[in-house]
C-alpha cells in the first residue's frame, strides 16, 4: 500500500506542487473566497483541456476528409444507432432509406437563436446563416459593437439573403444609444424584417434595435409586434433631435396597414424633450385595430394618453400601461395630462365587461373583469405609477375610480401602505361597497385603523338603486365584507407611519 502511495505521488508530483501553492496563495482568505479561487482554477484547466483536445482534433485524419465522405460516415453511423434502437428497423432501414432521412431532416425549419457573447460564435456564424432559407424562427442578442455581428452586416451577401420560412424574429442588444445614428447598420438591421425577405413574418420583437415605422408597414401578415426604443443614457441633445408627433403619427400609418395584428407592445417610441400636453395638438386620427387583444405601453403620461385617445379597440381583453419618466411631467399640465389619460384608460376598457376583482400596490393598480351568466373571466387591466409625483397619483386615482374600482367589484387586495395614503386610495376604496372578500398585505396597526374612518366611503349612488345588495348599509368602507384576510400583520412597529 505504501509504495502505491509513493509511486501516485512521484507520478503526480507536479499536480501537488501546484496544488499546494495555490493554497498558500489563498490560505489566509476567507472559506468562500478559497472556494471561488478553486473553482476559477478548475474552470481555466477544463477550458484548458477542452481546447487541447480541440486541438487534437485538428490532427485526426478524418478531419482532412471531403464533405461528401464525412456525410456518408454519419448517415452509416446514424443508421447502426438507429438499428441498435429499435430491432424492428433492422431489416428495414437501409442505407437509402437512411440517407433519404437525413435529407429530409436537413431540410425542415429551424429554429435559431445567435448570442454573440458566445465564444466561438465567428467561427459557427457563416454555417448557421447560410441556412437562411429554412429558419423559420431567429433570436438575435448582441451588441451592434459585436465584430460577428458587424461582420454579418458587412456581408450583403449574407445579410440579403430571403428567409421566405421566417414567422419570428427577435432582436435584443444592450447599447443601443451609441450606435443610434449608424445609418448602415439602421439600414441592414431592417433587412429580415422587410416584407420581400420575409413574407410570412407573423411576429417581430425589437428590443433596443433601429428601425423604420414605415419598412414595418408592407407586413400584412404580422400579428405581434413589440418594440422597445430605451432612453436610458441618452444625452439631452439626442432627445431633443427626435420628434416624438412624428414618430407617433407614423406608428398610426403602420398599424392601420397591419389588419391581422393581436398585439402590440410599444415601449418608449415617441419621446419629447419634456412630457409636454402638446401630444394633444396632434390631428384626430382614429385607427381601428379590430383583431387586438393586448395591448401594453411604456412611455410619459401624454404619450400614453395620446396613444389611448386615437386607437379605437373593440375585442381588446389585455391593457398594461406603464407611466415612465413621470418626473418630466410639467406641474402645470398635470391635471390635464392624467384626466386625458384616465378618460382614454376607461373607454378602452368598457368593452372588457365588469370589475370583479381589484389589487392595490403602492405605485400599481390591478383589475380583472368577468363577462356572462358564469363570470367568465374576459380582461385585465395594469397601470404603473411608480415615476410619478404624490401629487400626480392623487388627481389619477381618483380619476380612475369611476370604473376600474365599481359596484361590481367582489374581490380586493390592497398593501397596508396604500391605506396610509387615503388622499390617493380613499376614492378607490369607497366605490367597492359590495365587496365581500378584502386581503390587506403586510397591514399594519395605523392601517387597519385607517379602514374605520368613514369618510372615505363617498360615492355616487349606486347604478341600479332598486337592487338591495347596492345600498349601503352604514358610511363605512366595505359594508358587505365577509371574509378578511391579513397576511403578514405587523402591529408591534407603528413608528414609520404618519400620525
Excluded at 465584430?147 to 419570428?168: A, F, H, K, M, N
Excluded at 428590443?207 to 415605422?213: A, G
Excluded at 365581500?436 to 372615505?456: C, D, Y
Aim: net charge negative; charged share 25%.
Amino acid at each position: 500500500m505504501r509504495a502505491a502511495v509513493i509511486r501516485y505521488r512521484k507520478y503526480d508530483i507536479d499536480v501537488f506542487i501546484e496544488i499546494d501553492a495555490l493554497q498558500r496563495k489563498v490560505g489566509k482568505s476567507s472559506v468562500d473566497k478559497q472556494r471561488r479561487a478553486l473553482n476559477h482554477h478548475v474552470n481555466w484547466h477544463s477550458r484548458f483541456i477542452l481546447q487541447l483536445k480541440r486541438e487534437i482534433n485538428k490532427l485526426s485524419p478524418i478531419s482532412v476528409l471531403p464533405p461528401e465522405i464525412l456525410e456518408k460516415i454519419f448517415i452509416t453511423h446514424t443508421k447502426i444507432v438507429w438499428q441498435e434502437t429499435d430491432a424492428e428497423w433492422k431489416q428495414s432501414l437501409s442505407l437509402d432509406v437512411t440517407q433519404e432521412l437525413i435529407a429530409r431532416f436537413k431540410a425542415l425549419p429551424l429554429t435559431i437563436r445567435l448570442d454573440f457573447d458566445w465564444e466561438d460564435s465567428d467561427l459557427s456564424l457563416p454555417l448557421i446563416l447560410w441556412e437562411f432559407e429554412r429558419i423559420r424562427q431567429l433570436e438575435i442578442f448582441a451588441n451592434l459593437s459585436d465584430v460577428p455581428y458587424r461582420l454579418l452586416c458587412s456581408d450583403e451577401e449574407i445579410s440579403g439573403s430571403p428567409t421566405p420560412l421566417l414567422q419570428q424574429l427577435l432582436r435584443n442588444t444592450r447599447n443601443y444609444d451609441t450606435y443610434t445614428n449608424d445609418e448602415r447598420l439602421r439600414v441592414i438591421a431592417s433587412t429580415l424584417s422587410s416584407h420581400a425577405s420575409s413574407p410570412q413574418l407573423t411576429r417581430l420583437v425589437l428590443h433596443s434595435w433601429p428601425f423604420d415605422w414605415a419598412q414595418i408597414t408592407p407586413l400584412s401578415m404580422l400579428r405581434h409586434l413589440d418594440i422597445t426604443f430605451e432612453r436610458t443614457g441618452q444625452s439631452e441633445r439626442a432627445r431633443e433631435r427626435r420628434d416624438g408627433k412624428a414618430e407617433f403619427d407614423a406608428l398610426l400609418v403602420a398599424v392601420k396597414l397591419l389588419p391581422l395584428l393581436e398585439s402590440l407592445c410599444i415601449r418608449g417610441c415617441f419621446l419629447l424633450r419634456r412630457d409636454s400636453f402638446e401630444w394633444n395638438v396632434i390631428p384626430n386620427r382614429m385607427v381601428t385595430l379590430s383583431h387586438l387583444r393586448h395591448l401594453c405601453l411604456k412611455d410619459g403620461a401624454s404619450a400614453c394618453a395620446t396613444t389611448l385617445s386615437h386607437l379605437t379597440l373593440p375585442v381588446l381583453s389585455t391593457l398594461n400601461v406603464n407611466i415612465a419618466d413621470g418626473h418630466d411631467l410639467e406641474e402645470t399640465d398635470a391635471e390635464r395630462v392624467l384626466v386625458h389619460l384616465a378618460h382614454g384608460i376607461i373607454e378602452q376598457v368598457r368593452g372588457m365587461g365588469e370589475a370583479h376583482s381589484v389589487n392595490m400596490c403602492r405605485s400599481s393598480l390591478r383589475v380583472s373583469y368577468v363577462a356572462g351568466p358564469n363570470q367568465q373571466a374576459s380582461g385585465k387591466l395594469y397601470i404603473y405609477f411608480g415615476d410619478l409625483r404624490e401629487s400626480c397619483e392623487v388627481r389619477l386615482c381618483p380619476e380612475l375610480s369611476s370604473t376600474v374600482a365599481a359596484m361590481t367589484v367582489r374581490d380586493v387586495s390592497v398593501d397596508g401602505g396604500c391605506l396610509l395614503y387615503m388622499d390617493v386610495w380613499g376614492a378607490l376604496i369607497g366605490r367597492m361597497p359590495n365587496a365581500t372578500n378584502l386581503q390587506v398585505n403586510s397591514p399594519s396597526r395605523k392601517a387597519l385603523e385607517a379602514l374605520g374612518q368613514p369618510s372615505i366611503a363617498a360615492h355616487p349612488p349606486s347604478i341600479n338603486p332598486d337592487r338591495q345588495e347596492d345600498e349601503l348599509a352604514t358610511g363605512y368602507p366595505f359594508p358587505r365584507l365577509r371574509f378578511l384576510t391579513l397576511v403578514n400583520p405587523d402591529f408591534s412597529w407603528p413608528s414609520w407611519m404618519p400620525d
